[in-house]
């Protein structure tokens, strides 16, 4: 595996990448790195957009709300994207900013919230959760940005579906068998993970869960986690036994 390169700046850009190609900066991207990173003309960074690796760019034409990027050489091919959909009840502000910068970090393909009946923070902003994914991928090096759903109910997102995809459901009641052990049965094919609110799921919606031949029940062991934490405990077991950690 090639030695990243874990000093440079990285930023996010929406164009397509190639040699040679001139990008121009938004405001808001050129006050980050001018006012806030205090980057110069000339300077070097690590430019990516999710599909064509990671470049290497150097800074141009500066003016007091602009600049424009030179894109020089690719670094880093693109890799393919680990195909593991993450579901879960929204939390308030800052741990669900924490819960999705989290789940970038552990690889997910995709970020899909699900209304249960005990969840709290039923309004979400999209824009926000969808800055916050591009923060962390920038930020933890990754070159797979996931893509963010709507919302749905969740009795409508399980009746919805695709019976060739594996739901690992964290369930805290599921019998006290090796999670591990579990998921390593599990045949090949795309996954999601599935963590539910705080006070977890009511009776109705478990027993849903469980009628269906898609779910797979995992345990967490005897503590009762809080659900930002249960997703980095469920995402690694999942890159651990079926994932990128192998």
């Not at 050129?30 to 957009?49: D, E, I, K, P, W």
Request: charged share 25%.
């Amino acid at each position: 595996m090639a030695i990243r390169d874990l000093t440079s700046e990285r930023l996010y850009v929406d164009s397509g990448l190639s040699e040679g190609q001139h990008i121009v900066l938004s405001e808001d991207q050129a006050h980050y790195l001018l006012h806030v990173l205090r980057l110069t003309a000339g300077a070097s960074l690590l430019v990516f957009n999710g599909r064509d690796g990671e470049w290497r760019a150097d800074l141009k034409d500066v003016k007091k709300r602009g600049a424009t990027l030179a894109v020089i050489e690719r670094v880093r091919e693109q890799t393919a994207a680990s195909d593991i959909d993450y579901l879960f009840a929204p939390l308030k502000r800052s741990r669900l900013d924490y819960m999705v910068q989290k789940a970038v970090e552990m690889g997910v393909s995709r970020l899909r919230p699900v209304i249960t009946h005990r969840t709290i923070a039923e309004r979400i902003n999209l824009e926000r959760m969808r800055a916050n994914v591009i923060e962390a991928a920038e930020q933890c090096g990754v070159l797979n940005v996931p893509d963010v759903s709507e919302p749905v109910r969740f009795d409508k997102a399980i009746d919805a579906w695709s019976d060739g995809r594996t739901l690992i459901f964290c369930d805290e009641s599921a019998s006290a068998e090796a999670p591990l052990d579990t998921l390593a049965a599990i045949g090949h094919g795309p996954l999601a993970v599935l963590i539910g609110p705080e006070g977890g799921f009511d009776p109705v919606e478990r027993n849903l869960l469980l009628s269906r031949p898609f779910v797979t029940a995992i345990w967490l062991g005897p503590r009762i986690m809080r659900a930002d934490t249960a997703a980095v405990a469920a995402l690694a077991l999942v890159n651990a036994t079926r994932g990128d950690w192998r």
